[in-house]
């Protein structure tokens, strides 16, 4: 006989952990697979925007304490962005006029972080080391085997990466390489901040636009350093996208920025599957979450922040589902909706960024001309004065400023935080 539960999870990275976080309370039965044991790497830029530090109180207030509480996190309370001409720009992470700090913290500790809270509920059996095999679903349930031992659910959750084999075997997860980024890291030791407030350092380089390069500062001394840049353009470029990674980390500013570090260990790549219009991510039985949904930001690559959020809404529509005992490809559409209408107005936004972020004069421009937020705040209270003119130029005037001044602003918040965690 299949052992028996309410929801099956597949993978146990945030997504699939803030699912069942987020259902510890329901009185449902929860298992959780995941093909590893934890704590397991992960590679990532291992950055924690404001967006996932505001999500954690609203998975758990247990959850966001212990995170407070933990001591493999190093806080960040400023970004420089230095254009490709090298101009450079102080951003500090402003939230209701407090400079909170954000957090680097490696993904094999946070990921066990919130691993570690299972544990602590008796309607959450955790299963490691399992390999799935079969899964299949029925109008009466679903059923998967892990290690051979065939488990049965009323609805299964797809949580396990940008591989996922949920995803493949219901023909989900064709992605085009234009909604594909490709992602290198690795750790070097001897780094240091460039200031006491730790910032994370983001360069825009000529040669791989509308990507970035990344130094991350961590709680351990070291620094996660990585390139990200879009398929299709590593393609059209035909770009030897390793090669170019040690050639940039080779020429200058970064060759003297680098002078006195070593590299530990190898370089790591993965593939982002970008967020786009409404992908199917639901269907009989069935939701998908996280980078099993392809979530992640288009402009930024950061994926944490959404894969919590959907994990926190496929909780709140399993609960739906349980209330009017409706598990159907038509009732799961409420998930797919609630998801787009959080995220799709920040991909509209971040694709067209994404673009302008392609020419190295407009970064050139918005970066060495805007020096301070105190600045940007002061030009969008010129293009104001512009606007009570009655003149064809200073409504001109208006236009560029208001224009500049807000792709700038939306460049700067996607990549750092979103106003709140919801």
Same mark, same amino acid.
């Given at each position: 006989m299949p052992e028996k539960y309410d929801v099956l999870i597949i993978g146990a990275g945030p997504a699939g952990v803030t699912t069942a976080l987020k259902l510890a309370g329901s009185g449902l039965k929860i298992a959780i697979f995941d093909k590893d044991q934890?704590?397991?790497?992960?590679?990532?830029?291992?950055?924690?925007?404001?967006?996932?530090?505001?999500?954690?109180?609203?998975?758990?207030?247990?959850?966001?304490?212990?995170?407070?509480?933990?001591?493999?996190?190093?806080?960040? #309370?400023?970004?420089?962005?230095?254009?490709?001409?090298?101009?450079?720009?102080?951003?500090? #992470?402003?939230?209701?006029?407090?400079?909170?700090?954000?957090?680097?913290?490696?993904?094999?500790?946070?990921?066990?972080?919130?691993?570690?809270?299972?544990?602590?509920?008796?309607?959450?059996?955790?299963?490691?080391?399992?390999?799935?095999?079969?899964?299949?679903?029925?109008?009466?349930?679903?059923?998967?085997?892990?290690? =051979?031992?065939?488990?049965?659910?009323?609805?299964?959750?797809?949580?396990?990466?940008?591989?996922?084999?949920?995803?493949?075997?219901l023909g989900l997860n064709r992605i085009g390489r234009e909604h594909q980024a490709v992602g290198l890291t690795a750790?070097?030791?001897?780094?240091?901040?460039?200031?006491?407030?730790?910032?994370?350092?983001?360069?825009?380089?000529?040669?791989?636009?509308?990507? #970035?390069?990344?130094?991350?500062?961590?709680?351990?001394?070291?620094?996660?350093? =990585?390139? =990200?840049?879009?398929?299709?353009?590593?393609?059209?470029?035909?770009?030897?996208?390793?090669?170019?990674?040690?050639?940039?980390?080779?020429?200058?500013?970064?060759?003297?920025?680098?002078?006195?570090?070593?590299?530990?260990?190898?370089?790591?790549?993965?593939?982002l599957p970008l967020g786009f219009n409404n992908r199917e991510i639901s269907g009989n039985r069935f939701l998908l979450t996280g980078d099993a949904a392809a979530l992640i930001d288009p402009l930024t690559g950061e994926g944490v922040g959404n894969a919590i959020r959907s994990g926190r809404v496929a909780a709140e529509h399993i609960v739906e589902c349980f209330k009017t005992n409706n598990f159907s490809p038509q009732f799961n559409k409420a998930y797919d909706t609630e998801i787009y209408r959080r995220l799709l107005p920040e991909y509209k936004m971040n694709l067209f960024i994404q673009k302008l972020c392609k020419y190295p004069g407009l970064l050139n421009f918005f970066i060495g001309s805007a020096y301070s937020h105190i600045e940007i705040e002061n030009g969008f209270n010129q293009a104001m004065v512009y606007m009570q003119t009655n003149s064809a130029i200073g409504k001109i005037k208006f236009i560029l400023k208001t224009l500049y001044v807000f792709t700038l602003l939306n460049l700067f918040v996607s990549i750092f935080h979103k106003k709140t965690g919801r």
């Open positions: 934890f704590p397991r790497e992960k590679t990532c830029g291992d950055g924690l925007t404001l967006d996932v530090i505001n999500q954690l109180s609203l998975v758990s207030d247990r959850l966001a304490d212990e995170f407070l509480k933990f001591s493999k996190k190093l806080p960040s #309370y400023e970004a420089l962005l230095f254009s490709p001409d090298f101009s450079r720009i102080r951003i500090p #992470y402003l939230m209701k006029n407090e400079n909170k700090p954000i957090y680097t913290c490696r993904r094999v500790d946070f990921d066990n972080l919130l691993f570690r809270q299972l544990k602590q509920y008796p309607n959450i059996n955790v299963f490691e080391n399992c390999k799935i095999g079969s899964i299949e679903f029925s109008e009466t349930n679903a059923m998967l085997t892990a290690n =051979g031992v065939e488990f049965e659910g009323s609805i299964v959750v797809g949580a396990n990466g940008a591989n996922s084999m949920l995803a493949r075997q750790y070097y030791i001897g780094v240091k901040p460039l200031n006491q407030k730790n910032p994370i350092e983001i360069y825009f380089l000529k040669d791989i636009l509308p990507g #970035y390069l990344w130094i991350f500062h961590l709680a351990d001394g070291k620094a996660n350093i =990585g390139v =990200g840049m879009l398929a299709t353009a590593i393609s059209e470029k035909k770009i030897d996208f390793k090669k170019k990674f040690e050639e940039l980390l080779s020429t200058e500013p970064l060759k003297t920025r680098l002078a006195n570090a070593s590299r530990e260990g190898g370089v790591k790549g993965h593939t």
